[in-house]
């Protein structure tokens, strides 16, 4: 094993579902601000990108659509990847992002950790922050769906529940979009690429791939299971292109700037919000 070698992270499909991901979220902040703050000078400029208000809510419609398309074709992949021979493993396994016990003994480990007081947690494939990430997104897009659905369809959803529902609907789906893009934009970005073990980016994601150093210096349980499994030269996987390194660098940080310019402006222009 050398000093120079990668180890495979995400599969090809991972990372295709990140990339869908991505790129239909900011579309949906970008449509969902831009109608939230029509009223304002700034809301009035930016929803024209889309073509409008109206054309602006017929986009945030339909991708809305696709994203709960790509929810649930990752759902049945999910499913898919559950072991019948050894179901317990494949959920709570180390190469699950089901939490369990062992997160809540690195967050302690981290937090002592910080405070001087005891070593740095050893960490498997997926950290516990990781596995908040990718919860925090399942457990919100249902919510976004269902309340939107209601939304577009609010005479269909009154014959199901009261008319105070669509109320609640609307409240929850604006507060869980904020909460989503704050979150995105901010938190995520910085622990995933700000931080400095990750700056200017953690590559992971676009790359498929890690290198062996900085694998053993944040997930060396990871790297010694795989390597008692005989697992790692398996794992092994050539370094990005450099053209291809350009690119998600790119495309990365155009993607910040933007939920940066989405929240700046957000709380700029917060007393002009659209309620209704």
């Known amino acids: 094993m050398t000093p120079t070698m990668r180890i495979?992270?995400?599969?090809?499909l991972d990372r295709l579902f990140h990339l869908?991901?991505?790129?239909?979220?900011?579309?949906?902040?970008?449509t969902g601000f831009g109608r939230m703050y029509t009223t304002s000078s700034w809301g009035t400029r930016f929803i024209s990108i889309f073509g409008g208000?109206?054309?602006a809510a017929l986009i945030h419609h339909w991708v809305g659509g696709l994203m709960i398309a790509g929810f649930t074709i990752h759902l049945i992949y999910l499913i898919t990847r559950v072991s019948l021979k050894n179901p317990w493993k494949s959920i709570f396994g180390p190469d699950s992002l089901v939490p369990n016990l062992n997160d809540a003994r690195h967050l302690w480990q981290r937090f002592r950790w910080f405070?001087?007081?005891?070593?740095?947690?050893?960490?498997?494939?997926?950290?516990?922050?990781?596995?908040f990430d990718y919860w925090a997104v399942f457990w919100g897009l249902p919510l976004l769906a269902v309340t939107g659905i209601m939304l577009i369809y609010p005479q269909?959803?009154?014959?199901?529940?009261?008319?105070?529902?669509?109320?609640i609907a609307a409240l929850l789906h604006r507060a869980e979009a904020v909460l989503a893009v704050s979150y995105i934009f901010i938190v995520h970005f910085f622990v995933g690429h700000l931080r400095p073990s990750s700056f200017p980016m953690n590559e992971a994601m676009f790359a498929g791939s890690v290198?062996?150093?900085?694998a053993m210096e944040e997930k060396p349980?990871?790297?010694?299971?795989?390597r008692k499994e005989g697992k790692l030269e398996y794992a092994?996987?050539?370094s990005p292109a450099l053209w291809y390194r350009i690119v998600y660098f790119v495309f990365g940080y155009s993607a910040l700037l933007f939920g940066v310019y989405l929240l700046v402006n957000g709380i700029v222009y917060s007393r002009y919000i659209r309620l209704h």
């Open 8 to 12: 495979r992270r995400f599969s090809k």
């Open 53 to 55: 208000y109206e054309n």
């Open 20 to 30: 869908v991901l991505m790129i239909t979220f900011l579309i949906q902040a970008g």
């Open 115 to 131: 405070f001087r007081l005891g070593p740095h947690p050893r960490l498997d494939r997926w950290a516990y922050w990781e596995k």
């Open 236 to 238: 092994a996987a050539k």
């Open 221 to 226: 349980a990871w790297v010694e299971r795989l």
């Open 156 to 167: 269909t959803a009154s014959k199901v529940f009261p008319g105070w529902a669509l109320n």
């Open 211 to 214: 290198n062996v150093e900085e």
